[in-house]
């Protein structure tokens, strides 16, 4: 039977519960125990596929297509597993479950309610991720604060569960914040303690509580959490601020946390393996010389919006011993004629996923600036489809070259929907959604990147080059370099003769670990890093 760690988060949102979840992962995976891991999520939406970005950030797909809270992109970078279906549960996958259940019959007449039918449908969720992966251990994160009204059905399941599976197989941790009062300088315990009040009168103890917070946690602070808590004094953890969140499982393992885990969980008194990871943070938090990335989107105001690609950067820099520089472009700026300092001063240019149009003129105007000076150019799924608009403008002398996403009526469809998706209505789930594989053309440099034949990649996408006009931006030098196995789906765009000018319709980053970078974030800060752009140049003294 799997042992199950949840986890909970009170006082505020976004205290980091998900980088908790994805450090605990990594300390027992460190010590030899398989792990997997799964995020409630009490929203009613079925999942974030159909929300803004402006609500949830980022959207991560697991290799299955399932389209999930961007928490699972931290257990996956992590933990280095990949995760299913199975491992996002929301409220609205709950009831229509449940309600689903009811109009067949299932429940024989009976009244359905929350406790028992709801908690049982998410129980059962619980169990399913465990079966599934078979797992020593499953680390269940529970979203939102404690205390909000939608998460209580989730909040009293897992109440249930420990008396269900055994009470020395589960284990409540809960983050809290613990805000610093400026004018007195202090760290105030309060919040916390109202917050495990709140669990305690649902009938959930905390076994170990890890405090947030942005200064130094005396032992005082900690030995009163202790007391009013009711929680073991080493099972009281401080979690300050770190310089990368790389280096959370390290402060949590020199806290204590992974032996404690693991002796009351009885998982035996293993050593933690973590070398590799010392060196990786070590080397990260060192001094680097910097490779400036402009990263050109609609959201960049809400850096959630783009948290895989961030990411995927920091391991490519890591890979090349330098530190990367992202500026963050407005691509509707850029629209306007602003912002255009900011792509003369980057080594490489970025243009990530997105939908709709607003914004997209903008971003051709950073893949044409790109192709016309040389500059490195990476473009995942949307980027993909305006670099081909860009080179398509370009290759036919006309700017009303378009994807029919923009421009139903554009005479140059260089871009268009999917056959498949031609009588697809609803908008939830429906898209070319996960890993798919994608065949490379021998000495291009996607090949040459990945170092192989056949790679799979993570979609997320109605729209793709239109084949109509394979042939002709071919001659003018725009190369397919990644093609479906039936050569029907042009997977990978690169323009000839440019130092380095590769797009993709798949999301690469979603597979990027920070010990193992993907080989086109790599090979594209690579190129970057050689690249030299007007103000960069050095004078040597002379001699």
């Known amino acids: 039977m799997s042992k199950y760690i949840f986890v909970t988060g009170g006082v505020v949102s976004s205290v980091g519960k998900g980088i908790v979840v994805a450090s605990i992962g990594r300390l027992l995976k460190s010590r030899g125990i398989s792990v997997s891991v799964q995020k409630l999520d009490p929203y009613l939406n079925v999942d974030p596929g159909t929300m803004s970005?402006?609500?949830?950030?980022?959207?991560f797909v697991t290799q299955d297509g399932?389209?999930?809270?961007?928490?699972?992109?931290?257990?996956?970078?992590?933990?280095?597993?990949?995760?299913?279906?199975?491992?996002?549960?929301?409220?609205?996958?709950?009831?229509?479950?449940?309600?689903?259940?009811?109009?067949?019959?299932?429940?024989?007449?009976?009244?359905?309610?929350?406790?028992?039918?709801?908690?049982?449908?998410?129980?059962?969720?619980?169990?399913?991720?465990?079966?599934?992966?078979?797992?020593?251990?499953?680390?269940?994160?529970v979203g939102g604060t404690v205390g909000d009204i939608e998460g209580q059905p989730f909040l009293e399941a897992i109440r249930q569960m420990r008396n269900e599976v055994g009470r020395d197989n589960v284990l409540y941790i809960h983050v809290t914040f613990l805000p610093h009062i400026a004018t007195t300088g202090e760290l105030?315990?309060?919040?916390?303690?109202?917050?495990?009040n709140e669990l305690r009168r649902i009938g959930i103890q905390p076994d170990a509580v890890l405090c947030r917070a942005d200064f130094e946690i005396s032992q005082g602070i900690k030995d009163k959490i202790s007391l009013f808590c009711d929680v073991d004094k080493k099972a009281v953890v401080p979690l300050v601020t770190a310089e990368t969140i790389y280096e959370v499982p390290l402060m949590l393992e020199d806290a204590g946390l992974g032996d404690w885990v693991a002796e009351r969980l009885g998982l035996g008194a293993t050593v933690a393996i973590l070398d590799d990871w010392r060196t990786m943070v070590s080397k990260l938090k060192a001094p680097k010389e910097p490779v400036t990335v402009a990263l050109v989107g609609k959201y960049v105001e809400l850096r959630d919006a783009y948290y895989s690609v961030r990411e995927a950067l920091c391991h490519a820099g890591l890979h090349?011993?330098?530190?990367?520089?992202?500026?963050?472009?407005?691509?509707?700026?850029?629209?306007?004629g602003a912002s255009l300092d900011v792509l003369k001063s980057a080594q490489g240019v970025i243009v990530p996923g997105g939908f709709g149009y607003r914004g997209i003129e903008g971003m051709i105007v950073a893949a044409r600036y790109a192709r016309q000076k040389g500059i490195p150019y990476l473009g995942l799924c949307l980027g993909m489809q305006v670099l081909v608009i860009e080179f398509g403008r370009y290759a036919f002398d006309n700017e009303l070259a378009n994807s029919t996403e923009f421009d139903?009526?554009?005479?140059?469809?260089?871009?268009?929907?999917?056959?498949?998706?031609?009588?697809?209505?609803?908008?939830?789930?429906?898209?070319?959604?996960?890993?798919?594989?994608?065949?490379?053309?021998?000495?291009?440099?996607?090949?040459?990147?990945?170092?192989?034949?056949v790679v799979y990649e993570r979609h997320r996408h109605r729209f793709e080059f239109n084949n109509n006009f394979r042939e002709q931006l071919g001659q003018k030098g725009l190369m397919p370099s990644g093609l479906s196995p039936d050569n029907r789906l042009v997977e990978i765009v690169e323009v000839k003769d440019h130092p380095w000018m590769v797009a993709c319709q798949f999301h690469p980053e979603f597979r990027s670990r920070p010990n193992r970078p993907h080989p086109l974030f790599a090979s594209f800060v690579g190129a970057a890093k050689e690249t030299l752009v007007e103000g960069t140049q050095v004078t040597l003294p002379l001699t």
């Open 320 to 336: 090349h011993d330098r530190r990367v520089d992202i500026q963050w472009v407005r691509s509707e700026d850029l629209e306007n």
């Open 408 to 453: 139903p009526k554009t005479p140059y469809p260089v871009i268009d929907l999917l056959p498949e998706q031609q009588e697809v209505t609803e908008m939830g789930g429906t898209m070319r959604l996960g890993t798919y594989p994608c065949h490379l053309v021998p000495g291009s440099r996607a090949a040459l990147a990945y170092g192989d034949t």
């Open 188 to 196: 105030k315990t309060k919040p916390t303690q109202h917050s495990v």
């Open 53 to 59: 970005p402006y609500q949830h950030g980022e959207v």
């Open 66 to 141: 399932a389209e999930t809270d961007l928490d699972l992109g931290h257990y996956e970078r992590f933990i280095d597993v990949d995760l299913t279906s199975a491992s996002n549960v929301t409220s609205g996958q709950i009831y229509s479950a449940v309600i689903a259940g009811e109009r067949r019959g299932d429940f024989l007449g009976g009244t359905i309610q929350v406790v028992p039918h709801v908690t049982n449908e998410i129980k059962r969720r619980m169990r399913e991720v465990a079966e599934l992966s078979g797992a020593e251990v499953v680390i269940v994160e």
